[in-house]
């Protein structure tokens, strides 16, 4: 966790990839304006290696990562985020504008989930499901509470390959509380689907927008 203008100062000891992924919030609004993932390697075999994200609207912000040496034992990597990379994985001293490790740009994805609390509710985190024994390794990252959106504000979860997953919140209603569920499939073979349930006295729609199948 890092706020704004701060500085982390971080240790890796020699060992295989390593990597960071942080979510940015505008300091102002608290709303998510995308990811920033960082990446290195530090081998005495293959040096040293690092990268970052770049800007993709709606996805990610640059890591700023900044030139580095990759001979040099232990190594220095300083990342400047929300500026232009210096450097990346195979250069210590240019970007080309790639990534090379897979976790920087989430190459497994197989969905994002953005969810924008529109309507202002009052929401909390209920659980997540998959349809197999995996987990929270269907996900990036585990869902919980942290991806809760406040109002008027978005959160995104990224689900990796899975047959079909879903997400389900409590709604505070002047009513008492009530539930609504996200479902959705995203595998490599067949098309990608997505629902929510409708509006009753038991649950609140979603609101599930036009996606891609």
Aim: charged content about 20%; aromatic content about 14%; glycine content about 8%.
């Amino acid at each position: 966790h890092g706020n704004s203008g701060a500085s982390i100062l971080l240790h890796m000891f020699i060992g295989p990839s390593a990597g960071i992924w942080y979510r940015a919030i505008d300091a102002i609004s608290r709303d998510e304006i995308g990811f920033v993932n960082l990446s290195f390697r530090y081998s005495r075999i293959y040096g040293v290696s690092a990268e970052g994200t770049h800007n993709v609207e709606n996805r990610f912000i640059s890591s700023g990562l900044q030139k580095y040496s990759k001979s040099s034992h232990p190594p220095c990597i300083e990342y400047q985020i929300g500026k232009g990379n210096k450097a990346c994985w195979d250069s210590e001293d240019w970007d080309d504008g790639s990534t090379k490790c897979g976790q920087t740009e989430f190459y497994y994805a197989r969905a994002w989930v953005r969810i924008h609390n529109a309507m202002n509710l009052d929401l909390t985190f209920d659980r997540y499901w998959n349809d197999n024994s995996y987990g929270a390794a269907n996900w990036y990252w585990e869902p919980s509470s942290k991806d809760v959106p406040d109002h008027g504000n978005t959160r995104t979860v990224i689900l990796k390959d899975n047959n079909r997953a879903g997400l389900t919140f409590c709604v505070d209603c002047t009513d008492g509380i009530k539930f609504t569920n996200l479902s959705f499939t995203c595998p490599k073979l067949v098309s990608n689907s997505a629902e929510g349930c409708g509006n009753d006295d038991r649950f609140i729609s979603p609101g599930l927008q036009r996606y891609r199948d």
